[in-house]
């Protein structure tokens, strides 16, 4: 169904971050400690939501650790 896919999105949102002593494994530059929430739209009203908390990097962007909350 190809227009149902045009009525759903997604938004990540990073609520809050700190720094944590922790590195990238990739580049090396210091990683942060995000809490991150993913809500879910269909015709952009939301309908799911899910947060959870992540190590990141600042630097390139990747997670390097996830926790579920
Ligand atoms: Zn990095």
């Not at 149902?4 to 990683?31: E, W, Y």
Request: glycine share 2%; net charge positive.
């Amino acid at each position: 169904m190809v227009c149902f896919c045009f009525l759903v999105d997604q938004r990540r949102m990073t609520l809050k971050i700190r720094p944590v002593a922790a590195m990238c494994s990739r580049c090396g530059c210091a990683a942060s400690v995000a809490d991150i929430k993913t809500e879910t739209r269909f015709c952009y009203v939301p309908f799911c939501w899910r947060s959870w908390r992540v190590v990141i990097c600042t630097f390139c962007g990747s997670i390097l650790r996830s926790y579920a909350r």
